[in-house]
């Protein structure tokens, strides 16, 4: 099912099940339980993980919400119950505008999940997103891959990532896959998966979610250790055991991956369906292309605008960088209109090139760059 809606559609994966299909990831059982986001912090709480203050329970209704705000203390974080990919989360500063983000958040959640249920955690600032990719087969032997960072995200939805993470020293890159580990066996999970963290100024981290699927940038991780993923996961949902030890993983080189999505960076990023008309992929060791486009394709409005993934391979991240800058300024995709331009100004940026970076990048970059236009 990849990693799109139906990889985590609990009901999907029944009735495969009731269907005698093989699903290729976890029981729906599992895919359920960590769903509902708040199952998944209570089990998380229970297995020792540090976990972000907030709800163990979801809110009901405006007035609940509101005072569990309080108990907590802005700035909060509005999370949809069976949220992913960025949908049915809001941040807020403050009670006057409570109310409003809480409706905003709760009708996102509603039109993306056709679920409004909503619960509060506290809004950790500045932080970076860290996640570290699981593998585990159904008996018992589970092992992490080491991690991806992936604060470079606009509007929860993630625009770069790469591994091994800059900020991240081997010493807490092991107490955190450990934690990792740890999670995945308390969830009693299988197949691939991934264990987010927040990871706060100070260097201490906390569980946020557990994603029951193959994520959009799984190929970076692919890229450092060598292991085919998806080759993996078929192989564990045929019942075999994993090919891999944890003592056999080790990480080398480092890999980035910027997302190409069809918008207008223009004019607030609104999608841009259309006909492609010109196709030309950057290729060369160390060079991936994860995309179905071809000139003549029709992109529709239908869907998540990513249209292609750009990956890259080197030894260090100084080097990667240089050939990731190599390989933009070598793509060429016509006919709509698209970020690519954006994103390498991105890497371009003094704070990415340093390493200096946290889920709120964007945003000042933002600011950054208009400034700088204003200017102009």
Not at 118 to 126: A, F, G, L, N, P
Not at 185 to 192: L, N, P, Q, R, V
Not at 240 to 251: A, G, P, R
Request: proline share 4%.
């Amino acid at each position: 099912p990849g990693y799109g809606f139906l990889s985590e559609n609990a009901d999907f994966a029944r009735r495969c099940e009731e269907e005698g299909v093989i699903f290729i990831g976890p029981s729906a059982d599992i895919i359920a339980r960590m769903g509902i986001k708040t199952e998944a912090r209570k089990i998380m709480r229970e297995a020792g993980l540090p976990i972000v203050p907030g709800t163990e329970q979801p809110v009901q209704g405006i007035a609940e919400a509101k005072k569990v705000a309080a108990e907590v203390g802005y700035p909060i974080m509005l999370k949809a119950l069976a949220g992913g990919g960025g949908k049915g989360m809001r941040v807020c500063y403050n009670s006057e505008d409570f109310v409003h983000t809480f409706e905003t958040a709760k009708l996102e959640a509603e039109n993306a999940f056709g679920d409004g249920t909503m619960y509060i955690e506290k809004y950790i600032e500045d932080p970076r997103h860290i996640e570290f990719q699981i593998l585990a087969d159904k008996y018992g032997n589970t092992i992490h891959l080491g991690e991806r960072d992936c604060s470079i995200q606009r509007r929860h939805q993630k625009l770069i990532e790469e591994s091994p993470s800059p900020a991240i020293s081997d010493e807490q890159r092991k107490k955190m896959g450990e934690i990792a580990v740890k999670a995945a066996k308390a969830a009693e999970y299988y197949s691939a998966g991934t264990i987010e963290f927040l990871r706060d100024k100070h260097g201490d981290f906390y569980f946020i979610e557990m994603n029951t699927r193959i994520q959009v940038e799984h190929p970076v991780t692919e890229w450092v250790t060598g292991i085919d993923l998806i080759r993996e996961q078929i192989r564990i949902a045929a019942g075999k055991h994993l090919t891999y030890t944890q003592e056999d993983v080790h990480v080398h080189g480092h890999a980035i991956e910027v997302r190409i999505n069809a918008e207008d960076t223009e004019h607030d990023f609104r999608p841009s369906p259309g006909t492609v008309t010109n196709v030309h992929f950057p290729g060369g060791k160390g060079v991936r292309i994860d995309s179905a486009l071809f000139a003549g394709y029709q992109i529709p409005p239908y869907y998540d605008s990513m249209i292609a993934k750009l990956i890259v391979y080197d030894k260090n991240r100084k080097l990667a960088l240089r050939k990731l800058r190599n390989a933009l300024g070598e793509l060429v995709l016509e006919g709509v209109k698209t970020n690519i331009d954006y994103q390498y100004e991105i890497i371009n940026d003094e704070d990415f090139i340093e390493g200096n970076v946290d889920t709120g990048f964007i945003e000042r970059f933002q600011k950054k760059h208009q400034s700088e236009n204003e200017v102009k």
